[in-house]
């Protein structure tokens, strides 16, 4: 099912994912960053060491990997309209930090 806004992805399609991915969530064990610009856009961290994961609003000093990218953008990748390899490779997303986990991203999102 696609994902409508930001907000719905932040709110209920990833604390669903984590939610029903508990091992997932376990071999991650690490915490993302995701500043999201444009209309919808803000600052999200996406907690996976904390046990079942979660997903708050804002900013985690705590976090190993952080992702940049437009509002669009994590649209539709997250709606399979855009491979997170384009987006790499054309600079629609930015990361920094831990390489290694933002490739693990895609079992989150």
């Not at 399609?13 to 995701?34: C, G, N, Y």
């Not at 803000?42 to 992702?67: L, M, N, Q, R």
């Not at 390899?85 to 490739?103: E, P, V």
């Amino acid at each position: 099912m696609a994902v409508a806004s930001i907000k719905e992805l932040f709110e209920d399609r990833i604390p669903q994912k984590l939610q029903s991915h508990p091992d997932v969530v376990a071999k991650i064990a690490a915490v993302f960053q995701f500043n999201v610009s444009g209309p919808e856009g803000g600052s999200w961290y996406v907690d996976c060491a904390h046990p079942g994961g979660k997903v708050s609003v804002g900013t985690s000093p705590e976090a190993k990997c952080t992702v940049a990218m437009k509002d669009g953008d994590l649209l539709a990748m997250v709606n399979g309209k855009l491979s997170p390899q384009m987006a790499f490779m054309t600079g629609k997303i930015k990361i920094q930090g831990d390489y290694g986990l933002a490739m693990k991203l895609q079992q989150v999102l």
